[in-house]
């Protein structure tokens, strides 16, 4: 989890450790003597190039990448002092830049680091605090993006166990970098300001309706995930007109989360929630990863108010309302009102809130994207009907948070604020918004929502030629967001399992279809790569549960004779619909060989695979392998039952490091000359798809603080990233993933924010695809230290992607008749015939 603490905000129950006093650990204004980083040694990457000097109670962690960094005092600028450390980074084309300061660290206690950074480029950097040795776990980090100007950011942890620690820099990307004035203390809790009296939710007796950030994720088999159950409003509350209505199947559970909430370790909470259900019911609930959680609540027919409350004993930058609900024998409903969370002992005797009126925004579109000539429209709904003297105030702002416009107007009823299309370039905004009376007090919660400008999709026809894929639950609303966002193909993988033997056959010969989500993905003009994978449990001998549950491997007798009728069955039932099968889902894990699986049996899993397209549908296509980089063992075993077993080589790449460089220590390149040379070993070379990869933890464009890649620099890595796979001859990338409904601040993985938005990554994405899905890779150039990457002419137009390979600003003159567009597609205004080019890439087009 990642907990960290750049600057105030407007978290619910903030800790704000800036204020608290405790015992220092460590300082450091990189005034004393700097000392040199060590000469190479044998067991260094052979490709790591570090040099220079770090101040004298740092060091270079960095060996074992593949980086070129040079360290140095800099005597320019300083944040106070005489210098500051000064980090020029060259390449890093795999792993990681990582500059530490090591410490002793105490079990239990609460660390608060906090230092002086800047940057040049936009320059995005992770900083938290991490194991010295192995396992290497890190109780903390958060990532930011940088600016030329100093500022200071800090973050807090609760370390497990005493422990040797790193306060750790991570830097995945080209750029210059400068720290000054750091700093480590314990954290005195008892110093802690105490949290705001009252309710801390606002909007949670549902009267204006269901904010986006109040989300219910439903859990279960496809069958229940695939029905998109949403929450509804409903008449009768316990505290006013309404209640919020969740719907539980009973095939499935699901549970219903708060926005994202800040919880103070030694401080009390209660908690407080009015509940009724169809049925009898036992239902949990309390804040995640804490130990405030209700004993098992009876919901039955009749509404109740239910409370519990306790003193969080662990510290826990993010944390949500979680209310459970479990599997039972028949579906049924739950209805939930009036919650609330306080900071005391004991709960309040009746429901209250912060402010006299409910207020919720939101808008219908899938992934709030808007087209570049649609009116962008939003809902605004409150609760009482607001007073003639109140209004709802508006402002927007741009994606770099620059406020282009306010607004107010007397709200009557629910009421609709329309942006027209000629009023906003392309790229991301968020509106926020409040009621305010005649004074201008603020009367309402003051609510925020987020959305992209784009272009149309460019026709691709069928879409088999896209380079585009992604991962995404096989409904409406997420297969229009893929079709919408320029995605032309989607693999079923984990977002949406309907293909995997486990979902087709869940009892031995009886298969299961979902054709309805199937045909209308297609109707939508997506294209499928599905998955032969996952057998049932009722073809294995080793039970694991959970989610690896559902990955058996096939050990009874007659697995191969079964999997072959899996085949049969799939690959003849979807002729047509689905004719790209991958095999397996990264087969190389250790998931796979615990529970019985070895390449023997893979190799055969993809010859009777390829032996039932031929059968059965000729004109589909196997795609085999599917391994990662440093797996050459595996991918070995895999290619020695040769080539002609599989149609495309299939490979996953996870990495936060931005893209580019000359071919020698391009990451893309590298890993595709790398298949490549593997796959003439051992027969003829397939085509190459990057099937699965991307961010492990992608932040939040609404709550940026909740950690993960910085939405600032999401931008330019998925740009970089197509970019360099598609020069290195990577035909198709599938990136992971779209999931089913995050809460508030919930990263993991997930391309969309609460309420569906998509995150400034896939928007990105979209106005690359539009620019140049289609065209081939022509030739990259290098200019003045900026590459660029040329496209051949689809379209009518001709695109050359352009970025500064050390990612300081470098000035790129415009080639005359060309237009430059940033990287949302905007023109940009020149100087002299000149633009600067940065880390962040910008398009030329002819």
Same mark, same amino acid.
């Given at each position: 989890?990642?907990?960290?603490?750049?600057?105030?905000?407007?978290f619910?129950?903030?800790s704000?450790?800036?204020?608290?006093?405790g015992?220092?650990?460590?300082?450091?204004d990189?005034?004393?003597?700097?000392?040199?980083v060590?000469a190479?040694?044998?067991?260094?990457?052979?490709?790591?190039?570090?040099?220079?000097?770090?101040?004298?109670?740092?060091?270079?962690?960095?060996?074992?990448?593949e980086?070129?960094i040079a360290?140095s *005092? $800099?005597?320019?600028?300083?944040?106070?002092?005489?210098?500051?450390?000064?980090?020029?980074?060259?390449?890093?084309?795999?792993?990681?830049?990582?500059?530490?300061?090591?410490?002793?660290a105490?079990?239990?206690?609460?660390?608060?680091?906090?230092?002086?950074?800047?940057?040049?480029?936009?320059?995005?950097?992770?900083?938290?605090?991490?194991?010295?040795?192995?396992?290497?776990?890190i109780?903390?980090?958060?990532?930011?993006?940088?600016?030329?100007e100093?500022?200071?950011?800090?973050i807090q942890?609760?370390i497990?166990?005493?422990?040797?620690?790193?306060?750790?820099?991570w830097?995945h990307?080209?750029?210059?970098?400068?720290?000054?004035?750091?700093?480590?203390?314990?954290? $005195?809790?008892?110093?802690?300001p105490?949290?705001?009296?009252?309710?801390?939710?606002?909007?949670?007796?549902f009267?204006?309706?269901?904010?986006?950030?109040w989300?219910?994720?439903?859990?279960?088999?496809?069958?229940?995930k695939?029905?998109?159950?949403r929450? *509804?409003i409903v008449?009768?509350?316990?505290?006013?007109?309404?209640?919020v209505?969740?719907?539980?199947?009973?095939?499935?559970?699901?549970?219903?989360?708060?926005p994202?909430?800040?919880?103070?370790k030694?401080?009390?909470?209660?908690v407080?929630?009015?509940?009724?259900?169809?049925?009898?019911?036992?239902?949990?609930?309390?804040?995640?990863d804490?130990?405030?959680?209700s004993?098992?609540?009876?919901?039955?027919?009749?509404w109740?108010r239910?409370?519990?409350?306790?003193?969080?004993d662990?510290?826990?930058?993010?944390?949500?309302?979680q209310?459970?609900?479990?599997q039972?024998?028949?579906?049924?409903?739950?209805?939930?009102?009036?919650v609330?969370?306080?900071a005391?002992?004991?709960?309040?005797?009746?429901?209250?809130?912060?402010?006299?009126?409910?207020?919720?925004?939101?808008?219908?579109?899938?992934?709030?994207?808007f087209?570049d000539?649609?009116?962008a429209?939003? @809902?605004?709904?409150?609760?009482?009907?607001?007073?003639d003297?109140?209004?709802?105030?508006?402002?927007?702002?741009?994606?770099?948070?620059?406020?282009?416009?306010t607004s107010?107007f007397?709200l009557?009823?629910?009421?609709?604020?329309i942006?027209?299309?000629d009023?906003?370039?392309r790229?991301?905004?968020?509106?926020?918004?409040?009621?305010?009376?005649?004074?201008?007090?603020?009367?309402?919660?003051?609510?925020?929502?987020?959305w992209a400008?784009i272009?149309?999709?460019?026709?691709?026809?069928?879409?088999?030629?896209?380079?585009?894929?992604?991962?995404?639950p096989?409904v409406?609303?997420?297969?229009?967001?893929?079709?919408?966002?320029?995605?032309?193909?989607?693999?079923l993988?984990?977002?949406?399992?309907?293909?995997?033997?486990n979902s087709?056959?869940p009892?031995?010969?009886d298969?299961?279809?979902?054709?309805?989500?199937?045909s209308l993905?297609?109707?939508?003009?997506?294209?499928?790569?599905?998955?032969?994978?996952?057998?049932p449990?009722?073809m294995?001998?080793?039970?694991r549960?959970?989610?690896?549950?559902?990955?058996?491997?096939?050990?009874?007798?007659?697995?191969?004779e079964?999997w072959?009728?899996?085949?049969?069955?799939?690959i003849?039932?979807?002729?047509?619909?689905?004719?790209d099968?991958?095999?397996?889902?990264?087969?190389?894990?250790?998931?796979?060989?615990?529970?019985?699986?070895?390449?023997?049996?893979?190799?055969?899993?993809?010859?009777q695979?390829?032996?039932?397209?031929a059968?059965?549908?000729?004109s589909?296509?196997?795609i085999?392998?599917?391994?990662?980089a440093?797996?050459?063992?595996?991918?070995?075993?895999?290619? @020695?039952?040769?080539t002609?077993?599989?149609?495309?080589?299939?490979?996953?790449?996870?990495?936060?490091?931005?893209?580019?460089?000359?071919?020698?220590?391009?990451?893309c390149?590298?890993?595709?000359?790398?298949?490549?040379?593997?796959?003439?070993?051992?027969?003829?070379?397939?085509p190459?798809?990057?099937?699965?990869?991307?961010?492990?933890d992608?932040?939040s464009?609404? @709550?940026p603080?909740a950690?993960?890649?910085?939405?600032?620099?999401?931008?330019s890595?998925i740009?970089?990233?197509?970019?360099c796979?598609?020069?290195?001859?990577?035909?198709k990338?599938f990136?992971?993933?779209?999931?089913?409904?995050?809460?508030?601040?919930?990263?993991?993985?997930?391309?969309t924010?609460?309420?569906?938005?998509?995150?400034?990554?896939l928007?990105?994405?979209?106005?690359?695809?539009?620019?140049?899905?289609?065209?081939?890779?022509?030739?990259?150039?290098?200019t003045?230290?900026?590459e660029?990457?040329a496209?051949?002419?689809?379209?009518g137009?001709?695109v050359?992607?352009?970025?500064?390979i050390?990612?300081q600003?470098?000035?790129?003159?415009?080639?005359?008749?060309?237009?430059?567009?940033?990287?949302?597609?905007?023109?940009?205004?020149?100087?002299?015939g000149a633009?600067?080019?940065?880390?962040?890439p910008?398009?030329?087009?002819?």
């Amino acid at each position: 989890m990642r907990i960290s603490c750049a600057s105030l905000g407007a978290f619910i129950g903030l800790s704000i450790l800036g204020s608290a006093f405790g015992q220092t650990v460590y300082q450091d204004d990189f005034e004393a003597k700097f000392q040199a980083v060590p000469a190479k040694e044998k067991g260094w990457n052979a490709n790591a190039d570090i040099t220079g000097e770090v101040g004298a109670n740092w060091g270079d962690n960095s060996s074992w990448a593949e980086v070129g960094i040079a360290y140095s *005092r $800099d005597e320019v600028n300083p944040h106070s002092g005489k210098a500051s450390q000064r980090i020029d980074v060259k390449r890093v084309s795999s792993g990681a830049v990582q500059f530490t300061h090591p410490f002793k660290a105490e079990k239990g206690k609460v660390y608060l680091a906090k230092l002086w950074m800047r940057g040049l480029g936009n320059a995005s950097i992770t900083y938290g605090f991490r194991q010295k040795d192995a396992p290497w776990q890190i109780p903390g980090s958060e990532t930011v993006a940088l600016s030329p100007e100093w500022r200071e950011f800090s973050i807090q942890a609760e370390i497990p166990n005493d422990d040797q620690m790193f306060l750790m820099l991570w830097i995945h990307s080209p750029s210059s970098y400068w720290i000054d004035d750091a700093s480590i203390e314990i954290v $005195d809790l008892s110093k802690l300001p105490t949290p705001p009296e009252g309710n801390m939710f606002s909007n949670s007796s549902f009267e204006a309706g269901i904010p986006e950030n109040w989300v219910f994720h439903a859990e279960g088999s496809d069958t229940v995930k695939l029905r998109d159950l949403r929450p *509804r409003i409903v008449d009768g509350g316990a505290v006013g007109g309404k209640s919020v209505c969740v719907d539980i199947l009973k095939d499935g559970s699901g549970y219903l989360r708060s926005p994202m909430l800040s919880p103070t370790k030694g401080q009390s909470y209660s908690v407080s929630l009015w509940l009724k259900a169809s049925r009898d019911v036992q239902i949990d609930a309390g804040l995640i990863d804490t130990n405030l959680w209700s004993p098992k609540i009876s919901a039955n027919t009749e509404w109740k108010r239910f409370t519990f409350s306790a003193k969080v004993d662990k510290f826990r930058k993010v944390s949500w309302l979680q209310i459970s609900f479990p599997q039972l024998d028949s579906d049924y409903s739950v209805f939930v009102d009036g919650v609330m969370l306080e900071a005391k002992p004991e709960p309040a005797k009746e429901f209250s809130e912060q402010f006299p009126y409910e207020f919720v925004v939101g808008t219908d579109r899938p992934g709030h994207i808007f087209f570049d000539e649609e009116k962008a429209m939003f @809902k605004l709904s409150a609760a009482p009907s607001p007073k003639d003297d109140v209004k709802a105030k508006i402002a927007v702002q741009d994606f770099s948070g620059k406020e282009l416009g306010t607004s107010s107007f007397k709200l009557i009823g629910n009421g609709m604020f329309i942006i027209n299309a000629d009023n906003l370039k392309r790229g991301m905004f968020k509106l926020s918004a409040m009621l305010v009376d005649a004074d201008g007090k603020q009367v309402s919660p003051a609510e925020e929502i987020s959305w992209a400008r784009i272009p149309r999709p460019a026709d691709m026809g069928d879409g088999r030629d896209s380079y585009f894929g992604i991962h995404i639950p096989m409904v409406g609303d997420y297969i229009q967001i893929a079709r919408l966002s320029g995605q032309r193909w989607v693999r079923l993988h984990d977002s949406s399992m309907i293909a995997k033997w486990n979902s087709l056959e869940p009892k031995e010969g009886d298969f299961r279809f979902y054709d309805e989500n199937i045909s209308l993905a297609k109707k939508e003009g997506l294209m499928i790569l599905g998955m032969l994978d996952g057998a049932p449990p009722w073809m294995g001998s080793k039970d694991r549960g959970g989610y690896w549950g559902f990955w058996t491997i096939p050990t009874r007798a007659d697995w191969k004779e079964k999997w072959r009728y899996y085949c049969n069955t799939a690959i003849t039932h979807y002729k047509g619909r689905i004719d790209d099968w991958e095999i397996w889902n990264e087969p190389w894990g250790e998931w796979f060989f615990s529970a019985g699986g070895d390449p023997a049996m893979y190799v055969e899993f993809m010859r009777q695979a390829k032996e039932s397209t031929a059968a059965n549908n000729p004109s589909a296509q196997i795609i085999g392998v599917d391994t990662y980089a440093g797996h050459e063992k595996w991918t070995e075993a895999a290619l @020695k039952g040769g080539t002609d077993v599989y149609d495309v080589f299939s490979y996953h790449d996870y990495s936060d490091a931005l893209a580019g460089g000359a071919a020698a220590v391009n990451r893309c390149q590298q890993q595709a000359d790398l298949w490549r040379s593997w796959q003439a070993r051992f027969g003829k070379v397939k085509p190459i798809w990057n099937t699965e990869g991307g961010v492990m933890d992608l932040g939040s464009f609404m @709550k940026p603080r909740a950690g993960g890649m910085h939405f600032e620099t999401q931008p330019s890595y998925i740009v970089r990233y197509d970019t360099c796979l598609r020069a290195a001859g990577v035909q198709k990338f599938f990136y992971y993933a779209i999931h089913l409904d995050p809460a508030e601040g919930e990263n993991s993985c997930r391309a969309t924010d609460a309420g569906r938005a998509v995150k400034p990554l896939l928007a990105a994405r979209a106005i690359f695809a539009w620019l140049t899905d289609g065209a081939a890779f022509k030739e990259r150039t290098e200019t003045d230290g900026v590459e660029c990457y040329a496209f051949e002419p689809v379209r009518g137009r001709q695109v050359t992607v352009c970025w500064s390979i050390d990612g300081q600003d470098k000035k790129f003159i415009v080639p005359a008749g060309s237009s430059v567009l940033d990287i949302w597609g905007n023109e940009m205004a020149r100087k002299d015939g000149a633009v600067a080019v940065g880390n962040t890439p910008v398009y030329i087009v002819d």
